[in-house]
């Protein structure tokens, strides 16, 4: 059977529209994105609670800041590239560094962004959050853990990084799931080879690992969905169970996932690993599947990774002793 597909825009909107009667001073900001974002469907149910800021990002996050000192929880819609760049002094002096509590919203994030190119797309969001002090960054897998998550971050105090992606996608889990903020999930156990992956990356790791499976390779899959605070104590078990790793993230590999998990394992458990995703460049306009082929981060490029990585670490092997007779 299919898998169920779902665009995480359209989960996030319709979550809003949810949690609205449940958090009374919740407000949407939009920076005149609404019909891509799909902030327009809360705009449409609550529209005393949606303000229009224009394409005035920098005075958006102000006045986010400003209700957020009134105790009004204000979300924030616009595409991650603007959210992480065009406000980014803003976002540090007025919310961040008074620890205000203030929701990002940041959809179009990755490669994957409906052919709008390089500008606006953001392969270096989660290095940037990631770096920025009392930040929670949160990176779901798709559309059913979105929504939950979207449940914790808002029984969560302080400025929060929602990465979102656009189309719709395959969905990794069903309605038994539960996320918790700061915790690693197990999505699959295995003995050869730990694969460590975040967002929407986890559904082709996930692919991979059915690859991989078929040429007796059994990969062990722990996702990140959330990058800070991260789950240390579940990216040492993994390591651990299999001792070799691979990081897997749509997403610069310099900053992200992977140098979070070299940071961890490095001073807790050293161990044999590759980053694996976007290679310190730019993307460009192009079909999605198209774009993932080419930046190498489909299922059929994570499993080649991880055959040259299990290839490097049993070179450096030294054989077993044939004993004597």
Request: hydrophobic share 45%; proline share 6%; glycine share 8%.
């Amino acid at each position: 059977m299919a898998p169920k597909m779902l665009a995480m825009r359209e989960v996030w909107a319709a979550t809003l529209v949810e949690l609205a009667p449940l958090y009374p001073r919740m407000l949407v900001l939009d920076g005149d994105l609404a019909n891509s974002t799909r902030a327009e469907v809360f705009e449409a149910a609550y529209p005393d609670r949606f303000l229009e800021m224009g394409i005035a990002e920098q005075n958006m996050m102000g006045v986010a800041a400003g209700l957020a000192t009134l105790g009004f929880i204000p979300w924030l819609s616009s595409f991650a590239a603007f959210l992480t760049h065009r406000d980014l002094d803003q976002l540090r002096v007025v919310v961040a560094q008074p620890n205000l509590n203030v929701k990002l919203g940041a959809g179009y994030s990755g490669l994957l962004t409906s052919k709008t190119g390089k500008t606006h797309q953001d392969v270096q969001d989660l290095a940037i959050m990631r770096g920025m002090p009392n930040m929670t960054v949160v990176a779901p897998a798709d559309g059913v853990e979105l929504r939950l998550a979207m449940y914790a971050i808002m029984e969560h105090h302080g400025p929060t990084y929602l990465r979102l992606t656009r189309d719709p996608a395959p969905c990794l889990f069903d309605e038994s799931h539960r996320f918790v903020l700061g915790k690693a999930v197990v999505v699959r156990e295995g003995s050869d080879l730990t694969i460590i992956s975040t967002g929407a990356q986890t559904v082709r790791a996930a692919e991979a690992a059915d690859l991989l499976a078929r040429e007796g390779i059994s990969v062990h899959l722990l996702h990140v969905p959330t990058l800070k605070p991260l789950d240390v104590e579940a990216i040492v078990a993994a390591a651990d169970r299999t001792g070799v790793v691979l990081t897997t993230e749509e997403h610069n590999i310099i900053g992200g996932l992977g140098a979070a998990v070299a940071e961890t394992l490095g001073e807790h458990r050293p161990t044999p690993m590759l980053r694996h995703g976007i290679n310190d460049c730019y993307g460009e306009s192009g079909p999605n599947e198209a774009l993932l082929d080419k930046y190498g981060l489909s299922a059929p490029h994570i499993a080649a990774a991880a055959r040259r990585l299990l290839e490097r670490v049993h070179s450096r092997r030294p054989p077993a002793p044939t004993g004597h007779r």
